[in-house]
């Protein structure tokens, strides 16, 4: 069987960068990360629940964090920031609160920051949660996979794959179904993929997906 490795944490140092940059020493490590995963949940949960529910995606593509002795730096990248930008001040004051009251930080400052990305499509985080949408909504999954080839398409990208497995339309037996368009190098270290792997819970179980997009070569 051929050995899989995270496409992400395969390019770390050529063409992927951190999510978190921050020092710490080997006895506090665990805990700067879990400090990093409740910062992510809480941040994600707010924009759940704040969410209009029209669209049904997030729109959040990835969050970077910054840590200092006397400051935490997060960076939200939104491919629809309309959501917390209405009444920025208002919402980001609250955000801020919840993340302080989630990490029980008083002593250090955090920054929230928000940047727009441009063709949010092309961002494997918000096809994925786009086309859960569409699975939770029992839209056949084939007819999802082409929609959202389609949208990566107006995003001026190389190449894309998707694959979904789990019980399928609420088949009996669980299978694994992909699509790919265009050229998706794995092996090549020096071309710039973007990867997520996203759950979405629908009436008949638990399904995944799993997103390659190929942007370009360095």
Request: charged share 30%; proline share 3%; net charge positive.
């Amino acid at each position: 069987m051929g050995q899989k490795i995270n496409p992400l944490g395969f390019r770390l140092g050529t063409t992927q960068s951190h999510h978190s940059l921050w020092f710490a020493q080997p006895k506090k490590y665990s805990e700067g990360l879990q400090e990093d995963k409740k910062t992510r949940d809480c941040i994600k949960n707010y924009v759940q629940k704040n969410m209009r529910l029209s669209s049904g995606v997030e729109g959040i593509a990835r969050i970077e964090i910054q840590k200092r002795l006397d400051l935490i730096q997060v960076i939200i990248y939104m491919g629809f920031p309309k959501l917390l930008i209405e009444d920025k001040p208002r919402k980001l004051k609250e955000l801020q609160m919840n993340v302080q009251k989630e990490l029980n930080c008083m002593s250090r400052k955090l920054n929230i920051a928000i940047i727009r990305i441009g063709n949010p499509y092309g961002h494997p985080n918000i096809l994925a949660e786009f086309i859960a949408g569409q699975l939770k909504n029992r839209v056949s999954f084939r007819k999802a996979m082409k929609k959202a080839i389609e949208l990566t398409e107006q995003a001026d990208t190389k190449g894309i794959q998707i694959q979904i497995a789990g019980r399928i339309d609420g088949k009996e037996i669980a299978r694994v179904e992909w699509i790919r368009e265009g050229r998706v190098p794995l092996q090549t270290i020096g071309a710039k993929i973007e990867y997520c792997s996203y759950r979405v819970r629908t009436i008949y179980g638990v399904l995944g997906i799993k997103i390659w997009i190929f942007i370009d070569k360095e």
